[in-house]
């Protein structure tokens, strides 16, 4: 064979070596590409499906801690932010989760940008090898509840202690005063004094509690507002004549709401008896209705010693007092106007102040009215 055919074909084997080599390799990575993608760990229909519908935050977290999908409350809580979980301490978790596949729950606390924390519980699982299930749910308005259900119960054992420890210490008084008549009709008075302030704190409490259910009205009535003044009036009449106090009643006549009688009646004739309490001798407490819109509103106006314009925030909240140091002669509870504002708040109304400290307040029920027109 000459040298020209010899060249010839081994130009020829080499072209074909070469071309099998190229034609090798894009075999092999076009199957590579196609393991590739047999093996990404997508989300299953199935799961993309529930997180959907889901009113809690569910995140499915992959590989390298790339959020995969997420439920639209994920997305509105700020668990997620692009494709990733903003809390670090849940991201830990899912690490962990994924490296031993064992299930894991824990309470954190998620601070957000410019926004209060929230206390949530997180339980995640593993849904594969690759895939991992977060499930966060935010705790935080069932520890505001605890918290206050743990203050009121403190504030109830002290508020209860103070008249069962002045019975008890003027039961004593009036053994060891036995042959002194007049010793003994003076402790017994303030004995029934006590008596009185702790039976009040008591029916306070129970009505307080039952309010605090945030209950719906179960069968509304019809609430007429000139007998709940009437009433109201007449629960303090003795302690406005003790110390010549008018109580004036006034306003627009056959007024009527929808509602629970006792419960309004019961917040009137709080803060009536509140404007008395607080008021000077000699001096006057307004009581009138009047219609405005679709609203009925209640005023009781005193002449009394006002509210600080630092504390007007806070006199709704339960057992606080303006003056406290006046609570043992006034006989109060602290829980009256917490009272009020939540017959107002489960009536559908609300509950407004205004006061000028030393010259006297104006509280307003403010109670959606009846079209009587229509009612009838």
């Given at each position: 064979?000459?040298?020209?055919?010899?060249?010839?074909?081994?130009?020829?084997?080499?072209?074909?070596?070469?071309?099998?080599?190229?034609?090798?390799?894009?075999?092999?990575?076009?199957?590579?590409?196609?393991?590739?993608?047999?093996?990404?760990?997508?989300?299953?229909?199935?799961?993309?499906?529930?997180?959907?519908?889901?009113?809690?935050?569910?995140?499915?977290?992959?590989?390298?801690?790339?959020?995969?999908?997420?439920?639209?409350?994920?997305?509105?809580?700020?668990?997620?932010?692009?494709?990733?979980?903003?809390?670090?301490?849940?991201?830990?978790?899912?690490?962990?989760?994924?490296?031993?596949?064992?299930?894991?729950?824990?309470?954190?606390?998620?601070?957000?940008?410019?926004?209060?924390?929230?206390?949530?519980?997180?339980?995640?699982?593993?849904?594969?090898?690759?895939?991992?299930?977060?499930?966060?749910?935010?705790?935080?308005?069932?520890?505001?509840?605890?918290?206050?259900?743990?203050?009121?119960?403190?504030?109830?054992?002290?508020?209860?202690?103070?008249?069962?420890?002045?019975i008890r210490l003027l039961a004593e008084a009036v053994n060891d005063a036995a042959?002194?008549?007049?010793?003994?009709?003076?402790?017994?008075?303030?004995?029934?004094?006590?008596?009185?302030?702790?039976?009040?704190?008591?029916?306070?409490?129970?009505?307080?509690?039952?309010?605090?259910?945030?209950?719906?009205?179960?069968?509304?009535?019809?609430?007429?507002?000139?007998?709940?003044?009437?009433?109201?009036?007449?629960?303090?009449?003795?302690?406005?004549?003790?110390?010549?106090?008018?109580?004036?009643?006034?306003?627009?006549?056959?007024?009527?709401?929808?509602?629970?009688?006792?419960?309004?009646?019961?917040?009137?004739?709080?803060?009536?008896?509140?404007?008395?309490?607080?008021?000077?001798?000699?001096?006057?407490?307004?009581?009138?209705?009047?219609?405005?819109?679709?609203?009925?509103?209640?005023?009781?106006?005193?002449?009394?010693?006002?509210?600080?314009?630092?504390?007007?925030?806070?006199?709704?909240?339960?057992?606080?007092?303006?003056?406290?140091?006046?609570?043992?002669?006034?006989?109060?509870?602290?829980?009256?106007?917490?009272?009020?504002?939540?017959?107002?708040?489960?009536?559908?109304?609300?509950?407004?102040?205004?006061?000028?400290?030393?010259?006297?307040?104006?509280?307003?029920?403010?109670?959606?009215?009846?079209?009587?027109?229509?009612?009838?």
């Amino acid at each position: 064979m000459d040298p020209t055919t010899q060249a010839f074909l081994a130009a020829l084997l080499g072209a074909v070596v070469t071309g099998g080599a190229v034609f090798a390799w894009h075999v092999s990575e076009r199957q590579q590409n196609a393991d590739s993608h047999v093996d990404e760990p997508l989300v299953p229909p199935a799961v993309g499906t529930v997180l959907s519908v889901l009113r809690s935050s569910a995140v499915v977290v992959g590989e390298d801690d790339v959020v995969l999908k997420a439920s639209a409350p994920a997305y509105a809580f700020g668990l997620v932010r692009g494709n990733a979980l903003v809390s670090e301490e849940l991201a830990d978790l899912v690490r962990q989760v994924r490296r031993d596949g064992q299930i894991r729950e824990t309470e954190l606390l998620m601070s957000r940008s410019s926004l209060p924390s929230r206390h949530v519980t997180a339980r995640v699982a593993p849904l594969s090898s690759r895939l991992v299930l977060a499930l966060v749910e935010d705790r935080t308005r069932e520890r505001q509840v605890e918290a206050i259900r743990r203050d009121f119960v403190a504030n109830v054992s002290h508020e209860l202690k103070t008249p069962v420890g002045a019975i008890r210490l003027l039961a004593e008084a009036v053994n060891d005063a036995a042959d002194d008549p007049e010793a003994v009709k003076r402790f017994g008075g303030r004995m029934l004094t006590e008596s009185d302030r702790l039976t009040r704190l008591v029916q306070q409490i129970i009505e307080l509690s039952r309010l605090q259910g945030d209950d719906p009205l179960d069968t509304p009535a019809i609430v007429y507002i000139d007998d709940v003044l009437r009433t109201a009036v007449d629960t303090s009449a003795i302690d406005a004549d003790a110390r010549r106090i008018k109580v004036v009643t006034g306003g627009m006549e056959g007024l009527e709401v929808f509602g629970n009688v006792e419960q309004v009646t019961a917040a009137v004739a709080n803060l009536v008896a509140n404007a008395v309490a607080y008021s000077g001798d000699d001096s006057t407490v307004l009581v009138s209705a009047k219609a405005q819109g679709s609203d009925v509103e209640i005023s009781v106006v005193d002449q009394g010693i006002g509210i600080p314009s630092g504390e007007m925030d806070r006199i709704f909240e339960r057992f606080y007092r303006v003056d406290p140091a006046r609570h043992r002669s006034t006989g109060g509870t602290g829980l009256g106007l917490s009272i009020v504002k939540h017959v107002a708040a489960t009536h559908g109304g609300d509950v407004r102040v205004w006061s000028v400290e030393g010259q006297g307040s104006t509280f307003t029920l403010c109670l959606p009215r009846r079209n009587q027109e229509i009612g009838r």
